[in-house]
């Protein structure tokens, strides 16, 4: 909430947007702040003075790292994760950071299922087939009573879960701790892990990146899956180790991988991924709906009336959970 004995009826919002990025409609916001809008460190340190502030709609930005937080007291990003966040400055000091939560969970959710949906159906074999002016009939698998192993029932996990299971597919659900939900039944712990990948036709990862689940996903995991089965990662990208991973698919042990996150992003023109026929590459947009700027404006400004009239923050993140975590780019906590 607002700080105490200070005039909050009209406070400075820096809000970081990627250079070369349209800028958000801030127009709403222009009512209840003065806003400024900056993409370089030079232009973040200037606007800095008198700002406690910030709208972050950059994910991937080093500005904070760069430069630091300043007098921020409240950052707001528009993502759900918060990794470039993970500074010690920030982790360790009594800034208050709230995320974008509502906005992009069902968006991420159904690209699982179209992903699913195109390696089931064998969609993009069916578009070679066409662009080749051949006609090959072939039969399919069925996506009804496919078994999904969701690994990381937070918001985004968790709408996952709740829509293949309206599909018909049978998903087991893995977290951190082993627990009843109310909402998703039974939730197995990481201690059950590799008991369960080898039951499993697809594996759904959708963690943050922590200390616990850097590189979760690495050779040994994936000897442990199905031959044949398929890997889809939402998640961060540093989750997977992604020369383990290039080798099962290479040997054929897996049968096709999708993926939104990888370790570096932009993903490097060179790198091997790009060139698997089984791999599916995502630029990291499995949650941008037409649409979702404003969005992420209106979930901000909704906790900007909070701030001002001294009400708890909706959404807010508790960074020290995350702190060992590096940067790189993941939503939610599982």
Do not use: Y
Not at 9 to 33: D, N, T, Y
Not at 46 to 52: K, L, S, V, Y
Not at 175 to 185: E, H, I, K, T, Y
Not at 227 to 233: E, M, S, T, W
């Amino acid at each position: 909430m607002a700080p105490e004995g200070r005039d909050v009826s009209r406070p400075k919002v820096i809000a970081i947007v990627q250079e070369g990025r349209p800028v958000p409609p801030v127009e709403r916001l222009e009512a209840e702040a003065d806003v400024v809008v900056v993409r370089t460190a030079d232009e973040f340190r200037a606007a800095q003075p008198g700002a406690e502030i910030l709208f972050l709609n950059d994910f991937r930005t080093k500005l904070l790292r760069d430069v630091g937080p300043g007098e921020l007291r409240w950052i707001h990003t528009s993502s759900i994760g918060v990794d470039t966040l993970l500074t010690e400055e920030i982790v360790n000091s009594d800034i208050v950071v709230s995320n974008s939560r509502g906005v992009c969970e069902r968006p991420i959710a159904e690209w699982v299922l179209g992903v699913l949906l195109m390696f089931t159906k064998d969609l993009r074999r069916t578009i070679e087939l066409q662009r080749a002016r051949t006609w090959q009939h072939r039969e399919t698998e069925p996506l009804l009573g496919r078994k999904v192993l969701v690994v990381g029932p937070g918001p985004v996990g968790r709408e996952t879960v709740l829509l293949l299971r309206a599909a018909g597919m049978d998903v087991t659900v893995v977290g951190r701790s082993a627990r009843d939900d109310a909402q998703l039944g039974p939730i197995s712990g990481f201690d059950d892990l590799d008991a369960l990948l080898g039951e499993a036709d697809d594996v759904v990862l959708t963690v943050p990146l922590t200390e616990e689940t850097r590189g979760l996903f690495n050779a040994a995991r994936f000897d442990r899956m199905r031959p044949g089965a398929r890997l889809v990662n939402v998640g961060r990208g540093a989750v997977v180790v992604e020369q383990d991973l290039l080798e099962a698919i290479d040997t054929g042990h897996l049968g096709a991988a999708a993926l939104d996150v990888f370790e570096n992003e932009p993903l490097p023109a060179g790198n091997p991924l790009w060139s698997r026929n089984n791999i599916l590459v995502s630029p990291h947009a499995s949650g941008d709906l037409i649409g979702w700027r404003g969005r992420v404006v209106e979930c901000f400004a909704r906790n900007l009336q909070r701030w001002k009239t001294g009400e708890p923050l909706n959404d807010v993140v508790d960074l020290k959970k995350l702190g060992g975590a590096a940067p790189s780019l993941v939503p939610e906590m599982p």
